[in-house]
């Protein structure tokens, strides 16, 4: 495989939720390639587990594919530096309404590693208990809990098509329940 080798990177636009860069690409015989390239702080997902082994989703509108999605609770780091877990410890108990102090890391996720450097760092969550949501100011979802045999038949029916879900929820019943 050749070598290829980024020799600049230009910044063309900062967003809220990640900053769209330029890359300069060059290849061994001297060729260049210009990629985009999304820089993002990375995110956590939980899959929050109820004692009664029923998994919480949350349904929320997605503007992207312009409609409402079923998935695990996520939500992008604050900042680069906050850990995955703390992220996952705010983001399960603002989007479900439910506190959780055993959290277990359960996978990490490239979300689209061909053009962005997100990751999403995966957790359980167990000993769920109830508090209230905390939305941010742009968000509206509707939480609801399901038993796992209904999940996998949401993911092969494209009910759920949210890819950290999918992978998230499939990782958790090879891991603990399969």
């Not at 860069?21 to 990375?42: C, M, P, Q, S, V």
């Amino acid at each position: 495989m050749e070598e290829l080798k980024r020799v600049d990177r230009r910044l063309v636009r900062k967003c809220h939720v990640f900053d769209l860069y330029e890359d300069t690409i060059e290849f061994e015989d001297g060729r260049h390639a210009y990629w985009d390239f999304l820089k993002h702080n990375g995110a956590a997902a939980v899959v929050p587990v109820l004692d009664d082994g029923r998994i919480l989703l949350v349904r929320q509108y997605r503007n992207a594919i312009d409609r409402v999605s079923l998935e695990i609770p996520a939500g992008k780091k604050d900042t680069i530096e906050e850990s995955g877990y703390d992220c996952a410890y705010r983001e399960v108990e603002e989007e479900t309404g439910y506190h959780s102090e055993n959290l277990e890391l359960l996978t990490q996720l490239v979300t689209a590693i061909a053009y962005c450097d997100e990751t999403i760092d995966v957790y359980v969550a167990r000993d769920l208990v109830p508090t209230a949501q905390h939305l941010d100011e742009d968000e509206s979802i509707d939480v609801q809990a399901y038993e796992i045999e209904d999940v996998k038949k949401m993911i092969f029916d494209g009910t759920i098509r949210d890819a950290k879900t999918v992978a998230a929820i499939m990782a958790y019943i090879v891991k603990y329940t399969a």
